[in-house]
């Protein structure tokens, strides 16, 4: 019982454990969401208010980079990024501008929002506009542009930052001097004829181009069309293009002769560029023109003034650049110390991996090896394994065979000596009886007859029997020798026969029942027939048999 109450302790306690790590892996999400909404919100607070609270604003918006890039959020860091550049291209502060807008290319480079892509590139060539650096503005309108088509590809209504693209490409194209290809690219600007271009960009904008196009190519009645349309639909709302269209139509005044006109939009165009704030590019320009249109009506002291005014605002911001330029080419060489640096370490890791792809590669084929080794080795030790049990299988059974054949030789030896034992006695036997004949012939016995027939008969019983005998002792023998010797007769055959057994001419002729002088004529007749020389010895041979 106390064993299966400290078991449901240990199970609550572990119950309890748990649900603690659980809300407080909730509370820690939570945390995170909650810290990500707060600087989500305040980004938009920011970007809202840049225009009227643009320290304050940059401040948030650097914090709120902290946050996205600590958290590896790469598409909120580069919305902060962007709206910083922003802020300080409207102070004028343009190595700001470019660091900026660099940290925010290599960011997005490392991601996968590619209409932040557009946006980053269309914002560089922008600010490069501003340096009058036509190849490198180009270069990335035509990144951008090549960036929003395979967007567009993917999804047809995707469609802003294509027309974004066209837009700024026409505007480089017309500053250029290229009317007609920033022509094509305004009208490119309609994707497809569905279209509107008012929900992508703003319509007054795309009036602007196009009607500051139609004065440069001196179709003054259409630019004054598009100029004025442009101008009526930004009353009273904030664009910042809003004092270019104003030089626009100073700009067309000018050329139409209207002075008067001129004066006024150009006055109109330095009023709105002053109360936007920051934009002494476009001041000094508007300052230069109104000079002009002063000297051209012969006040020659208003137009010194403005003038000097002008020139005043171009040291400014020709001050500002050469600044800028300076400090460009220290963040550019520091830039490019970095992705120096960088490479050196990439290539640093990749001929790192390749060395370690390389011992591996050896390890892998060094273990290839051993295993094919291993199976090489097992291979040859299995055959040898079999060969040996092979030999030993073969030794064994010529040992079995040997013993066999040992055993057969000696029981056909033991035959033999039987066999021959059973010949001298049958010689012994049939001498006998001769003698006993031979007293009885002495005697004139009346039996010696009958018995001489009975005797003589019974020796070639006893003749048959011990052939018989011999036949099985020696059964290939009589194969072996008629195959050697097919011209042998059955009589010689028998010789043959008691010579293998190493019997005497006394006895073979006992056996035979002949005189020994025809056991001496059948062994010549023998040896001829085999074709024996007279240095080969007949015994020799028929033991061999």
């Known amino acids: 019982m106390i064993l299966y109450t400290r078991i449901l302790h240990i199970f609550i306690i572990l119950f309890l454990v748990t649900e603690i790590g659980i809300c407080q892996t909730i509370e820690s999400k939570n945390s995170i969401q909650d810290s990500t909404s707060y600087y989500t919100n305040r980004l938009k607070e920011a970007m809202a208010e840049s225009n009227l609270f643009p320290t304050e604003s940059y401040k948030v918006l650097d914090e709120s980079k902290v946050y996205f890039e600590r958290k590896k959020d790469t598409s909120r860091a580069v919305k902060c ?38 946006k ?20 990335y309108l035509t990144e951008a542009l090549e960036i929003a088509k395979r967007i567009y590809a993917q999804d047809s209504t995707q469609v802003d930052n294509l027309i974004s693209s066209y837009m700024y ?10 009317h007609q290809e920033a022509l094509q690219y305004l009208d490119s600007c309609f994707v497809t004829p569905s279209i509107a271009l008012e929900k992508s960009i703003e319509m007054p904008f795309w009036d602007a181009e196009k009607g500051k196009i139609m004065q440069e190519l001196h179709q003054y009645k259409k630019a004054n069309t598009f100029l004025h349309l442009s101008r009526n639909n930004t009353l009273g709302k904030k664009a910042s293009y809003r004092p270019n269209i104003s030089m626009y139509l100073g700009d067309l005044k000018k050329d139409l002769g209207q002075k008067d006109s001129a004066l006024f939009f150009y006055n109109e165009s330095l009023t709105l560029s002053q109360d936007q704030g920051f934009r002494n590019d476009l001041e000094t320009e508007v300052l230069r023109k109104i000079s ?103 030794k ?64 070639k019983d006893l003749w048959n029997e011990f052939n018989l005998q011999f036949t099985q002792v020696n059964s290939a023998f009589y194969d072996k020798l008629k195959e050697l010797h097919p011209k042998l007769s059955s009589t010689e055959q028998k010789h043959c026969a008691l010579i293998k057994l190493n019997l005497s001419t006394k006895e073979m002729a006992r056996i035979l029942n002949i005189e020994p002088h025809s056991v001496h004529v059948s062994r010549s007749r023998i040896r001829k027939k085999m074709g024996l020389e007279r240095s080969e010895n007949l015994e020799s041979y028929i033991a061999g048999i």
Not at 169 to 178: E, F, L, P, S, T
């Open 396 to 459: 064994e059974a010529e040992l079995q065979t040997k013993f066999v054949e040992e055993r057969s030789n000696n029981e056909i030896e033991l035959k033999s000596r039987e066999l021959t034992s059973y010949a001298l006695q049958l010689i012994d036997k049939d001498s006998a009886i001769d003698e006993l004949l031979n007293m009885l012939k002495t005697e004139s016995s009346p039996r010696y007859k009958s018995l001489f027939s009975k005797y003589k008969k019974g020796s």
């Open 120 to 139: 980053i590139r269309i914002s560089l060539a922008r600010l490069y506009d501003e340096f009058n650096m036509n190849e490198q503005s180009v270069f």
């Open 292 to 394: 002009e249109v002063y000297s051209a009506n012969g006040d020659t002291q208003l137009a010194y003034n403005y003038l000097v005014r002008s020139t005043n605002t171009a040291d400014r911001v020709l001050q500002n650049k050469n600044q800028t330029n300076s400090e460009l080419f220290q963040i550019k060489d520091s830039y490019l110390k970095s992705i120096s640096e960088k490479n050196e370490q990439l290539e640093q890791k990749t001929r790192t991996i390749e060395k370690n792809n390389t011992i591996q590669f050896r390890l892998k084929i060094i273990l290839f090896l051993l295993v094919l080794l291993g199976l090489v080795l097992g291979i040859v030790f299995q055959m040898r394994l079999k060969l040996k049990k092979t030999l030993l299988h073969k």
């Open 81 to 118: 990024l962007l709206a910083m550049s922003e802020i300080q291209k409207r102070k004028g502060k343009f190595s700001k501008t470019f660091d900026h807008l660099w940290q925010a290319k290599y960011l997005s480079d490392q991601a996968f929002d590619r209409a932040q892509k557009v």
């Open 169 to 178: 490409m026409a505007v480089r194209q017309r500053k250029m001097g290229n």
